[in-house]
């Protein structure tokens, strides 16, 4: 993965389900590493490593309040995966259109 390459970070940072969680997590607000750790079986360290990750991948913002670090979900790189996502959702929309006519042209009529 190479920086002249977003998605791609993008996409390898939302391939792991802790990291997904903890997206999942800060899409209802802020909140401290600490806080983000609760729900795993792993250690702060653990949980700093994946939020790392999240933020060279630009989707967690990390900032510094006194002693805590809060963090927050960074929602641009999520509008650029959607866009990516959008152009082959539009394409498999027309195949399944195309599909169920075809099973309603084909499927035997029944007798009333």
């Known amino acids: 993965m190479t920086a002249a390459d977003p998605l791609s970070t993008t996409f390898a940072a939302l391939a792991d389900p802790t990291r997904r969680a903890i997206l999942a997590r800060l899409a209802k607000g802020d909140a401290t590493v600490g ?64 599909m169920e006519a075809y099973l309603r042209e084909i499927e035997p009529e029944e007798s009333a």
């Open 35 to 98: 806080e983000l750790a609760q729900p795993f079986a792993m250690t702060l360290p653990g949980v700093s490593k994946h939020l790392r990750v999240l933020r060279d991948a630009g989707l967690v913002v990390q900032g510094r309040d006194a002693q805590w670090r809060p963090c927050r979900l960074e929602t641009d790189r999520l509008r650029e995966v959607d866009a990516w996502v959008a152009q082959y959702r539009a394409i498999w929309e027309s195949r399944f259109d195309r």
